[in-house]
């Protein structure tokens, strides 16, 4: 939400095995065949292990484009 830097909108949910996790990334950057556009990177707290989700190819938004 612009001007307010911590006030979050929910964007997507992913279900998965993750059963809680104390850290996320993620990038849009191509990441070889399996992630070709980008990944989502979750730690899974209980297993100390990092789950993978590709992204997929989302549209751009006017605003996205106009940046380009």
Same mark, same amino acid.
């Given at each position: 939400?612009?001007?307010?830097?911590?006030?979050?909108? !929910?964007?997507?949910?992913?279900?998965?095995?993750? *059963? *809680?996790? *104390?850290g996320? !990334?993620? @990038?849009?950057?191509?990441?070889?065949?399996?992630f070709?556009?980008?990944a989502?990177i #979750?730690?899974?707290s209980?297993?100390?292990?990092?789950?993978?989700?590709?992204l997929?190819r989302?549209p751009? @938004? *006017?605003? #996205?484009?106009?940046?380009?």
């Amino acid at each position: 939400v612009p001007g307010s830097p911590h006030k979050h909108v !929910e964007a997507a949910v992913l279900q998965g095995p993750a *059963d *809680d996790t *104390d850290g996320i !990334e993620a @990038t849009h950057l191509p990441l070889g065949g399996a992630f070709p556009n980008g990944a989502l990177i #979750a730690m899974n707290s209980r297993g100390r292990n990092f789950l993978l989700f590709p992204l997929p190819r989302l549209p751009l @938004t *006017d605003s #996205a484009r106009a940046r380009k």
